[in-house]
């Protein structure tokens, strides 16, 4: 898979290892910066080109950084087609997450699920609140997860069309 990348100052070193991961698990990416580190940039500049590149195609999918990863999220989103989802580390149900009724132990449910729901083309990783690893096993298992379709390619599809 191709990937966009991008991050501002509070990701960059971990997209230095994000893309030395990407490179071992057989994926391809394309940085959207920022070429160097610099403590006053602003994460718009290097996230709208990365969203731009997912929704025309250029890339499959895209996955970006900040420090919190929501304010990425959030430039992300703005461009339509775009639907990238949060990572900020391991989450537990404390309810069911589906009818079976079943409470999932996974801590990256949430992360599996923003694909199989919700189809997400991108993922921001908080860089401040994740380790290495935990990026690794997030973005895994993101890439890998299937859409489901169903009922929920109708929700995925108003998303698109009425924003």
């Not at 996230?47 to 025309?56: C, E, K, L, N, R």
């Not at 900020?88 to 079976?100: E, M, R, T, W």
């Not at 189809?119 to 290495?132: F, I, K, Q, T, W």
């Not at 096993?137 to 299937?146: F, G, H, Q």
Request: glycine letters at 8%.
């Amino acid at each position: 898979m191709k990937i966009a990348l991008s991050t501002d100052h509070a990701g960059f070193e971990q997209l230095k290892q994000i893309k030395t991961f990407l490179v071992s698990e057989g994926h391809t990416w394309v940085d959207f910066g920022p070429e160097e580190l610099d403590p006053a940039d602003d994460y718009p500049d290097f996230i709208f080109p990365a969203a731009h590149a997912v929704v025309s195609g250029e890339c499959e999918f895209g996955i970006i950084l900040g420090r919190s990863g929501q304010g990425e999220a959030m430039a992300a989103n703005r461009v339509k087609g775009a639907r990238c989802a949060v990572f900020y580390g391991s989450a537990v149900p404390k309810q069911a997450v589906d009818a079976s009724g079943e409470i999932s132990e996974d801590p990256y449910e949430v992360v599996r699920r923003s694909r199989l729901h919700n189809d997400a083309n991108m993922l921001s990783l908080a860089a401040v609140y994740l380790d290495e690893e935990e990026i690794q096993t997030a973005i895994r298992l993101w890439l890998s997860a299937p859409f489901d379709g169903g009922r929920h390619a109708r929700r995925v599809q108003k998303l698109d069309e009425l924003s």
